[in-house]
């Protein structure tokens, strides 16, 4: 079997089931949580990730979305490993479990 890696430089995403989004450029990653952008270094050797300390605007939202947001960015902060399945973009914790799905923005 062949494996392909796995480029994320130059790619935007977004949550298969929220508003959030997720764009990588080389060695640096931002998006929208849902109430405020959000920016962090990432690190990507193969299919091990991770997001460096996450930085955020300070915006007030409704209260769902704010906590929305805060889920996301907990799940951002527990990535270890990404892989591409079904044409999403999957990110798993150290223990392979799923945290987030997305689809690719064109």
Known sequence: ????????????????????TLAFQQGKMGGHGGCNGYGAAYHQKGSALRFGPIMATRMACA????????????????????????????LRNAAGQVLLRLKRQP
């Open 63 to 90: 209260p769902a979305v704010m906590r929305g947001e805060q889920r996301w960015f907990e799940r951002l902060d527990a990535v270890r490993r990404a892989d591409v399945s079904r044409g999403q973009l999957v």
């Open 1 to 20: 079997m062949l494996a392909v890696a796995l480029i994320l430089a130059g790619t935007s995403w977004t949550a298969v089931d929220g508003p959030q």
